[in-house]
Nanobody
Framework: VQLQASGGGLVQTGGSLRLSCAASGRTFNRYTLGWFRQAPGKDREFVAAIRYSGHTYYADSVKDRFAISRDNAKNTVWLQMNSLKPDDTAIYYC???????????????????WGQGTLVTVSS
């Protein structure tokens, strides 16, 4: 699976962005898809994930502000980000894997496939 993330940019506090991640591969609908982010000097952290069933999972820091969704027919996953804060500034990566168990869904080391990252900068 090859992943291509896009949609990052510069936005003011309180603004919104929508990230997209286009995937190749015939079995896209069987994959768990995730978004992670990494700020300068910090570890990569979980943001959101969506299972092939459609169930979604969020980090506490973004819950109620971000929404992950997918369209298997378009091989695309999105991350809608609202009410953005300066702390959301990071490089955002999409990731995929076909065999992640639920207890590991927030662990970036469990994902086999990664996009190249897209930079989100939130100005204060």
């Amino acid at each position: 699976v090859q992943l291509q993330a896009s949609g990052g940019g510069l936005v003011q506090t309180g603004g919104s962005l929508r990230l997209s991640c286009a995937a190749s591969g015939r079995t896209f609908n069987r994959y768990t898809l995730g978004w992670f982010r990494q700020a300068p000097g910090k570890d990569r952290e979980f943001v959101a994930a969506i299972r092939y069933s459609g169930h979604t999972y969020y980090a506490d820091s973004v819950k109620d502000r971000f929404a992950i969704s997918r369209d298997n027919a378009k091989n695309t996953v999105w991350l809608q980000m609202n009410s953005l804060k300066p702390d959301d500034t990071a490089i955002y990566y999409c990731a995929a894997d076909s065999s992640i168990i639920l207890s590991s869904i927030r662990n970036y080391e469990q994902y086999s496939y990664w996009g190249q990252g897209t930079l989100v900068t939130v100005s204060s």
